[in-house]
């Protein structure tokens, strides 16, 4: 098995290994999301009157839609479709009535759900300096050999790799980095259950593991249930399918960059 897997097993099996993650991964609830003043007097307005159409127009310009229903993210993406589809509109009004206005302010602002803010919290873990040395941009990036990890956009990280790596995919990266002279891209997940989304991230990495022909040390850097010893697929794949790749935990991610 890959020496850096085995560490993270370790580390999830023998350590304190949630509470050391908290520092990569501090998954606090947020507050009540913001809720435009201008928007939401809008949204009573057409609520007040009975306006279905400037209803629903008004609640889809903020960020969360008060009701689950499956034509939402069309008439999102089409606005148009709001008038020519009277039906669909009376229906999902029927229900934003039902509520009343003060539920609907409420739903409009709950708190993002955990796995949405989880995202950007590696990369404010690295500019923490977890890794001994402050991400830069990438005129600094590429203007010295020393060690030094790239501060930008998942864009900005595929972009490089595309140009001076011979990356080929079409997504985005979490990590690139150069240690020693060599160059490392890589991917970082919190995955914090078994099966369907959380399957597909898990794959995802280790897409970017498995591409060809790249100029680089290829990383996934994971953390969550996967660690878990027992007969769960993640568990199997690491142990036994991909157990020659460079799949490990945030928390030995130092010392895999240090000793390269």
Known sequence: MNRWTQLSIEYANQRSYLDDLFRVYPTIPEGIRDIDSDIWNNVEKAFNKRDNVQLIQALLDLDLFPVKDSYIAYLKRDKSAIVRNPKTINRICGRLYEL??????????????????IGPMFKDWLKSKALGIQPVGIKDFLSSDANAILDGSDKLMMDFAREELGYKREKGLDFVGRFNGKYVIGEAKFLTDFGGHQNAQFNDAISTIEAKRVKAE????????????GNNKMYREITETYKSYNIMSALVLREFLYQL
């Open 218 to 229: 290829k990383i996934a850097i994971l953390d969550g249930v996967l660690y878990i010893k």
């Open 100 to 117: 009343g206005l003060a539920k609907l302010f409420e739903r409009c602002s709950e708190p993002k759900e955990t796995n949405r803010q």
